[in-house]
């Protein structure tokens, strides 16, 4: 097969503000606060996916398979995370993106709310197709499967250390998850050959991971028009069935991400944007460094020879954080810029020489 353009399709979710598009009715804990809602069961939400552009963005996929002659349609389901379980051809998506209030209390205790934005959705979405079509058409059992990405019974891990500078891998979801695991790196490749009008032969043009762009291109045009051999339709964890309180889905949930939880630069930040005295002009923390972002990455990166993305994604947790902290900036604006150039390039340099990421899906 060949890279395809893609036919343009309408549809609710183009252009619409991702807390727009929900139920008229709303549920009865819509209007708790954060305290009351954290005690409520994840299977007493009851929120689906039909009336939220959860529906319309599956169905989106699914157009995209069918563009590439892909007959798998993943069957969709809403549970605590991101995932697709072994052995079921399925997707599931967390349960906070069915809702704006569980939205907000993800940005809360999180900090971010990841798959909120049209854009992102269809990236997790792209991705965790990928792992579906390996698993409805067995083709992680391929030998040459294995040999281009390697074998998927590789032990997973809790934690990977990335290189940043790698071309042997795509570039799709943060933090060059396609790093993490043979099968990751399988659904990352799949998941920009599925994207609509991706130019990847010339974006990639160069790159070692070129090659697993093409397998993945032949391999698809291999089962293009084939009945997937997989057929489950199982839920896995459907939230219906989690009993478990939000307080406590989140706790286990920033213990396992532990220096991304809340806390983390808050008191550094605090000793970088001071409390403004009564009267004293002031700028929004999140605008000073949004204004200076490309100033202080090139200056950390003449530091660091980090590359631009690892610097962003430090400067992207700043600006969450100062936004959640509200914090103001009443400083020189000189003396400031020298001491957030130092802070950023201290937690870049900890981030690759000590670093590792999570996995989060």
């Not at 490749?189 to 762009?213: D, E, N, S």
Request: proline letters at 7%; a positive charge; one cysteine or more.
């Amino acid at each position: 097969m060949h890279e395809f353009a893609g036919r343009r399709r309408t549809g609710p979710w183009r252009g619409s503000d991702p807390l727009d598009y929900f139920p008229m009715s709303e549920p009865f804990w819509a209007r708790y606060d954060d305290e009351d809602l954290l005690d409520l069961r994840l299977c007493d939400l009851g929120v689906r996916l039909d009336a939220t552009p959860l529906r319309e963005r599956v169905t989106r996929l699914h157009w995209e398979l069918e563009d590439h002659g892909i007959a798998l349609r993943p069957h969709a389901w809403l549970s605590s995370e991101w995932f697709s379980p072994d052995g079921v051809p399925g997707i599931a998506i967390p349960f906070y993106l069915a809702h704006r209030r569980l939205m907000r209390l993800e940005h809360r205790m999180m900090l971010e709310v990841e798959g909120a934005t049209e854009r992102d959705c269809m990236k997790l979405l792209r991705h965790e197709a990928g792992h579906a079509v390996s698993t409805a058409y067995g083709l992680h059992r391929k030998k040459a499967w294995r040999e281009v990405f390697g074998p998927v019974s590789k032990r997973y891990p809790t934690a990977y250390r990335p290189r940043p500078f790698s071309r042997n891998y795509v570039l799709h979801l943060p933090w060059w998850y396609a790093q993490a695991h043979p099968a990751e790196d399988f659904a990352e490749t799949f998941a920009v050959w599925l994207q609509p009008r991706a130019r990847w032969r010339r974006h990639y043009r160069g790159w070692p991971a070129l090659k697993k762009l093409e397998f993945v291109d032949q391999l698809m045009g291999e089962v293009a028009g084939k009945k997937p051999g997989v057929r489950s339709r199982r839920q896995i964890d459907p939230l219906r069935q989690l009993r478990g309180t939000l307080r406590a889905h989140y706790g286990r949930k920033q213990r396992k991400y532990g220096q991304d939880s809340p806390d983390f630069f808050q008191r550094d930040l605090r000793q970088l944007f001071p409390e403004p005295e009564d009267g004293h002009p002031s700028e929004a923390a999140t605008r000073f460094l949004r204004r200076h972002q490309r100033r202080i990455r090139e200056g950390v990166a003449r530091w660091t020879h980090a590359h631009a993305y690892t610097i962003d994604l430090v400067l992207r947790d700043m600006i969450a954080r100062s936004r959640d902290l509200k914090l103001r900036q009443v400083r020189p604006e000189e003396e400031a810029l020298d001491d957030l150039q130092v802070f950023v390039t201290v937690q870049t340099m900890k981030y690759l020489q000590a670093g590792h990421r999570h996995i989060a899906l």
